[in-house]
T-cell receptor
Framework: GQNIDQPTEMTATEGAIVQINCTYQ??????LFWYQQHAGEAPTFLSY??LDGLEEKGRFSSFLSRSKGYSYLLLKELQMKDSASYLC??????????WGAGTKLIIKP | ETGVTQTPRHLVMGMTNKKSLKCEQH?????MYWYKQSAKKPLELMFV???????ENNSVPSRFSPECPNSSHLFLHLHTLQPEDSALYLC??????????????????FGPGTRLTVL
């Protein structure tokens, strides 16, 4: 079957770095998406990886290893506004998105 | 603002009611999606309309009925719902390459959702 695993909740300190991991098992693979969702709001796109390696966008970076079925989202210089849920989704051979349950990130001062 | 709007934002309905959720996208996209989001569960794709073609998930109960009159508007008609249908219903849109109906090739833009409570 197809499956996405990511931690349910993580806590980090303002100004620190946090890494949110995601493992996936899909029938075929056409890329890995990360979305951010603040409470009561719409998910918003953060990143897309289809090749192995690290993609950096400001304070946020996303990494992919296709051979390991593994991705992570790295958030640096954490700010209170980064408190949100982070959703991992993999596109399968039909380009359908398989979603994880999301990781709730709590930032403490 | 993502360019995707949903109404109403909140809805409380009884099990015998009939209601409709509305979604509108102002992005010129050609694919629209309905998702169900329950607490601590993955997003569940319910329906996709892409390049005038409807792609549906066969596990969605018939008490949910989608309608897509044009590429900018999407409705979800609800009737005789159950309490377990209470959830956040999200609409999304994306641009799909021609000839690849239902393909999630590009990022999806989500609306703010309708919080549905079934009593």
């Amino acid at each position: 079957g197809q499956n996405i695993d990511q931690p349910t909740e993580m806590t980090a300190t303002e100004g620190a770095i946090v890494q949110i991991n995601c493992t996936y098992q899909t029938s075929g693979f056409n890329g890995l998406f990360w979305y951010q969702q603040h409470a009561g709001e719409a998910p918003t796109f953060l990143s897309y990886n289809v090749l192995d390696g690290l993609e950096e966008k400001g304070r946020f970076s996303s990494f992919l290893s296709r051979s390991k079925g593994y991705s992570y989202l790295l958030l640096k210089e954490l700010q209170m506004k980064d408190s949100a849920s982070y959703l991992c989704a993999a596109a399968d051979s039909n380009y359908q998105l398989i979603w994880g349950a999301g990781t709730k990130l709590i930032i403490k001062p | 603002e993502t360019g995707v709007t949903q109404t109403p934002r909140h809805l409380v309905m009884g099990m015998t009611n009939k209601k409709s959720l509305k979604c509108e996208q102002h992005l010129g996209h050609n694919a629209m999606y309905w998702y169900k989001q329950s607490a601590k569960k993955p997003l569940e794709l319910m329906f996709v309309y892409s390049l005038e073609e409807r792609v549906e998930n066969n596990s969605v109960p018939s008490r949910f009925s989608p309608e897509c009159p044009n590429s900018s508007h999407l409705f979800l008609h609800l009737h005789t719902l159950q309490p377990e249908d209470s959830a956040l219903y999200l609409c999304a849109s994306s641009h799909q390459p021609e000839g690849l109906a239902g393909v999630s090739y590009n990022e999806q833009f989500f609306g703010p959702g309708t919080r549905l409570t079934v009593l």
